[in-house]
T-cell receptor
Framework: ETGVTQTPRHLVMGMTNKKSLKCEQHLGHNAMYWYKQSAKKPLELMFV???????ENNSVPSRFSPECPNSSHLFLHLHTLQPEDSALYLCASSRQGGRTEAFFGQGTRLTVV | GENVEQHPSTLSVQEGDSAVIKCTYSDSASNYFPWYKQELGKRPQLIID?????GEKKDQRIAVTLNKTAKHFSLHITETQPEDSAVYFCAATIQNYGGSQGNLIFGKGTKLSVKP
């Protein structure tokens, strides 16, 4: 265990559904991230939060909506997704932004049907 | 263009041989370069990292070298074993993605297969 927990581990959703992915860390880290892992782009940065403030949105479509209510929790809200959004979504956290080790959660395997 | 490029995308070696994976980066301000190993069905985990004030770092069979002038760094695995088979990712802190701390940007990964 790395101290970063993601739920659910697997998710199947229809294109008209709304769902949320959850990430939780109790490592005292100040930065949290969402990465998308697919065959085309193995570790693609989506969103970054530093001290609860979003500091990066890497041209992600608006059907993905992040939320960071506090420094320990991070959500990714999903709505009207496309089949090509099927991928492994990895959450990570680090103590001091991009200059320190990132600890990854186990990921949520998302399938859009 | 890409901020972090990684080569090769696949690498097959015989058990006991050495494996070398190379990465280049574009941001001259980058100062942190970690390497992650991802086994099948598992999360990426840090195996070694290096900072810009050091040219080489070694941990048992794993070593990383950094050439800041050329903006490239490499992972070296000696005496490879079947359990070294995994996907390896390099990363670099890229400042131009915003924030004073920069963000870790990953290469596309190298699938290493060690044949017994």
């Amino acid at each position: 265990e790395t101290g970063v927990t993601q739920t659910p581990r697997h998710l199947v959703m229809g294109m008209t559904n709304k769902k949320s992915l959850k990430c939780e860390q109790h490592l005292g880290h100040n930065a949290m991230y969402w990465y998308k892992q697919s065959a085309k782009k193995p570790l693609e940065l989506m969103f970054v939060y530093n001290f609860k403030e979003q500091t990066e949105n890497n041209s992600v479509p608006s059907r993905f909506s992040p939320e960071c209510p506090n420094s320990s929790h991070l959500f990714l809200h999903l709505h009207t997704l496309q089949p090509e959004d099927s991928a492994l979504y990895l959450c990570a956290s680090s103590r001091q932004g991009g200059r320190t080790e990132a600890f990854f959660g186990q990921g949520t395997r998302l399938t859009v049907v | 263009g890409e901020n972090v490029e990684q080569h090769p995308s696949t690498l097959s070696v015989q058990e006991g041989d050495s494996a070398v994976i190379k990465c280049t980066y574009s941001d001259s301000a980058s100062n942190y370069f970690p390497w992650y190993k991802q086994e099948l069905g598992k999360r990426p985990q840090l195996i070694i990292d290096i900072r810009s004030n050091v040219g080489e770092k070694k941990d048992q069979r794993i070593a990383v070298t950094l050439n800041k002038t050329a903006k490239h760094f490499s992972l070296h695995i000696t005496e490879t074993q079947p359990e070294d088979s995994a996907v390896y990712f390099c990363a670099a802190t890229i400042q131009n993605y915003g924030g004073s701390q920069g963000n870790l940007i990953f290469g596309k990964g190298t699938k290493l297969s060690v044949k017994p």
